[in-house]
């Protein structure tokens, strides 16, 4: 049982260059969301899919876009990358988008923006 | 004012001694509360959650949660060199319900 995946670990980007950060879910979850980490902080939330066809912004949307391709897929987007983005980005889902649910962290992408 | 505070640490206990770690929020409507044990480079992963006010325990931890002063805690008793990591709270709103806001981390050091 893979859990939630992300891909890839690793990423260098030059300042606007576009990519898409992969998470893939096979625990048949409702509720997916996108977190970015910067060093000595938590976690911060970028956009949320609360069910399948639904997403929404978190705390700091700005300069990324998300797709819920599928039940178990949820990506994000950076369209023109920018230092400020240089992050340790983590997906995660949920049973559903409810009170008392365990969320279920990937590994991790490690982005550097030069 | 952040939404959820913890102690800035870093917090370093000898071992087998208690390691108490401190969460405040700002949030009245904050109905679920948990913490997360994060080792370097890695993801964060569920100790343990808490709803109800007073305590509760799993092993070595114990969480304490008192809403009316919008504090919550977790006590590792008889600590181990395993548990030095980075330990994340985190809170839940009814208005909203599975979007978690976290506070920045304490971390912890568990010397032999």
């Known amino acids: 049982n893979a859990g939630v995946t992300q891909t890839p670990k690793f990423q260098v980007l030059k300042t606007g260059q576009s990519m898409t950060l992969q998470c893939a879910q096979d625990?048949?979850?409702?509720?997916m969301y996108w977190y970015r980490q910067d060093p000595g902080m938590g976690l911060r939330l970028i956009y949320y899919?609360?069910?399948?066809?639904?997403?929404d912004k978190g705390e700091v949307p700005n300069g990324y876009n998300v797709s819920r391709l599928n039940k178990r897929e949820f990506s994000l987007r950076l369209e023109s990358a920018a230092p400020s983005q240089t992050s340790v980005y983590f997906c995660?889902?949920?049973?559903?988008?409810?009170?008392?649910?365990?969320?279920?962290f990937g590994q991790g992408t490690r982005l550097t923006v030069v | 004012q952040k939404e959820v505070e913890q102690n800035s640490g870093p917090l370093s206990v000898p071992e087998g001694a208690i390691a108490s770690l401190n969460c405040t929020y700002s949030d009245r409507g904050s109905q679920s509360f948990f913490w997360y044990r994060q080792y370097s480079g890695k993801s964060p992963e569920l100790i343990m959650f808490i709803y109800s006010n007073g305590d509760k325990e799993d092993g070595r931890f114990t969480a304490q949660l008192n809403k009316a002063s919008q504090y919550v805690s977790l006590l590792i008793r008889d600590s181990q060199p395993s548990d030095s990591a980075t330990y994340l709270c985190?809170?839940?709103?009814?208005?909203?319900?599975?979007?978690?806001?976290f506070g920045d981390g304490t971390t912890l050091t568990v010397k032999p």
């Open positions: 985190a809170v839940r709103v009814s208005t909203n319900a599975g979007k978690s806001t």
């Open positions: 995660a889902s949920l049973p559903g988008h409810t009170l008392n649910t365990e969320a279920f």
């Open positions: 625990m048949n979850h409702n509720s």
């Open positions: 899919s609360a069910s399948e066809g639904t997403t």
